[in-house]
């Protein structure tokens, strides 16, 4: 059982920059694959950005790539998204997802545990 909980979240203006986190409790994070998805009002949740276990590969949505970073260290069971150049239409609830497999990417269903979710805001 993995629980995950996303921190960081906040408003920010066009163009600034904002790091948000996921920290996993419960044993042997470094098993898990993870990924980050996001949701707008009135829209479906979007994959985002995912990372392996290892941290050695990462993927990326096409409209966050060269502004978006993920990122984990798994010896404190977070896992992170460095968000720079923010646009108004990366306003959405950002949750972090947690897969038992060494690999995922934009496919929810690959996902076995989410987080709650943290509130970004980019006013323009």
């Known amino acids: 059982q993995v629980q995950l909980v996303e921190s960081g979240g906040g408003l920010v203006q066009a163009g600034g920059s904002l790091s948000v986190s996921c920290a996993g409790s419960?044993?042997?994070?470094?098993?898990?694959?993870m990924g980050w998805f996001r949701q707008a009002p009135r829209k479906e949740r979007e994959f985002v950005a995912a990372?392996?276990?290892?941290?050695?590969?990462?993927f990326y949505a096409d409209s966050v790539k060269g502004r978006f970073t993920i990122s984990r260290d798994n010896a404190k069971n977070t896992v992170y998204l460095q968000m720079n150049s923010l646009k108004a239409e990366d306003t959405a609830v950002y949750y972090c997802?947690?897969?038992?497999?060494?690999?995922?990417?934009?496919?929810?269903?690959?996902?076995?545990?989410w987080g709650r979710g943290t509130q970004v805001t980019v006013s323009s």
């Open positions: 990372i392996t276990r290892s941290g050695s590969s990462t």
């Open positions: 997802g947690a897969a038992y497999r060494s690999v995922v990417a934009g496919n929810p269903l690959e996902y076995d545990y």
């Open positions: 419960g044993r042997f994070f470094s098993n898990y694959a």
